[in-house]
């Protein structure tokens, strides 16, 4: 299956990313509240895997829209949201409210606030926009208090293999694929990496892998937005999901 993302959109600088959210904000953000991807499977999981956050301080990294801000917030939590593209926090302020805590930042470059600040951080399909993670993961871990987690996804590195099977699945690399949102067509450019790679980048910044998930996508989703090879399967490799501790 050919993944898309969720919420998270720019985060990263224009030498390690090329995807301009900021050209194509309103339709991506569109797509993103009823697609299967992100409606029906990304976005619950993230949810469920982030666990009780009644009143946690929780940052979301690479918030795009909001629309995972949206849900946190409705489990009690105090979110704070940061994205690199205005025209994504723009959205988002619309959505969350003028009162929401919403900043453009970049995750490749340190983070405007302080150390141990956040109860719990959420980064849904941002990091694969990023050839470098040790930078950003050390950034996540420094605002994190003691014993705070990081939940995550990305892109399931067997799918690019799938996907490109005559490419090297062990190398770190750079591709890009065109999409559809709405009326309007849009280029997104990622990083693959292999399992160890993540696995490997995630203690190295000094977190403790406490979840790996492949999680089932949500039991309401409407039976017309499924891929109709599916058969009576409940779940697809398309993402994976992780909690790390700090």
Same mark, same amino acid.
């Given at each position: 299956?050919?993944?898309?993302?969720?919420q998270?959109s720019?985060i990263?600088? #224009?030498?390690?990313?090329?995807t +301009?959210? %900021?050209? /194509?904000? =309103?339709?991506? @953000?569109?797509?993103?509240?009823?697609? !299967?991807?992100?409606?029906?499977?990304?976005?619950?999981?993230?949810?469920?895997?982030?666990?009780?956050?009644?009143?946690?301080?929780?940052?979301d990294?690479g918030?795009?829209a909001?629309?995972?801000?949206?849900g946190?917030?409705?489990?009690?939590?105090?979110?704070?949201?940061?994205d690199?593209?205005?025209?994504?926090?723009?959205?988002?302020?619309?959505?969350?409210?003028?009162?929401?805590?919403?900043?453009?930042a970049?995750? #490749?470059?340190?983070?405007?606030? +302080?150390? %141990?600040? /956040?109860? =719990?951080v959420? @980064?849904?399909?941002?990091?694969?926009? !990023?050839?470098?993670?040790?930078?950003?993961?050390?950034?996540?871990?420094?605002?994190?208090?003691?014993?705070?987690?990081?939940?995550?996804s990305?892109?399931?590195?067997?799918?690019?293999l799938?996907?490109?099977?005559?490419?090297?699945?062990?190398?770190?690399?750079?591709?890009?694929?065109t999409?559809?949102?709405?009326?309007?067509?849009?280029?997104?450019?990622?990083?693959?990496?292999?399992?160890?790679?993540?696995?490997?980048?995630?203690t190295?910044?000094?977190?403790?892998?406490?979840?790996?998930?492949?999680?089932?996508?949500?039991?309401?989703?409407p039976?017309?937005?499924?891929?109709?090879?599916?058969?009576?399967?409940?779940?697809?490799v398309?993402?994976?999901f992780?909690v790390?501790?700090?």
């Amino acid at each position: 299956m050919r993944i898309s993302d969720e919420q998270g959109s720019a985060i990263g600088g #224009s030498d390690t990313m090329k995807t +301009d959210y %900021d050209t /194509f904000a =309103g339709a991506y @953000a569109r797509a993103n509240e009823s697609n !299967l991807l992100n409606a029906y499977y990304a976005r619950p999981a993230m949810l469920a895997l982030a666990g009780d956050v009644q009143s946690r301080r929780i940052l979301d990294a690479g918030c795009g829209a909001g629309p995972l801000s949206e849900g946190l917030r409705e489990k009690g939590a105090t979110v704070t949201g940061i994205d690199s593209s205005p025209a994504m926090i723009e959205l988002a302020q619309r959505k969350l409210g003028a009162d929401a805590d919403l900043h453009v930042a970049d995750l #490749s470059e340190p983070l405007p606030f +302080d150390d %141990d600040l /956040f109860d =719990g951080v959420v @980064a849904s399909l941002v990091l694969h926009y !990023l050839q470098d993670w040790h930078a950003p993961l050390t950034e996540l871990r420094r605002v994190l208090r003691p014993g705070g987690r990081l939940t995550l996804s990305v892109p399931h590195p067997s799918a690019y293999l799938v996907n490109y099977p005559t490419r090297d699945y062990f190398a770190v690399t750079q591709y890009s694929e065109t999409f559809t949102f709405g009326d309007e067509e849009a280029t997104l450019t990622y990083w693959h990496r292999p399992l160890h790679a993540m696995t490997d980048a995630f203690t190295e910044a000094g977190f403790r892998i406490s979840v790996v998930s492949e999680p089932p996508y949500a039991t309401n989703v409407p039976r017309e937005l499924l891929p109709p090879d599916l058969g009576d399967r409940s779940a697809f490799v398309c993402f994976l999901f992780f909690v790390l501790e700090a």
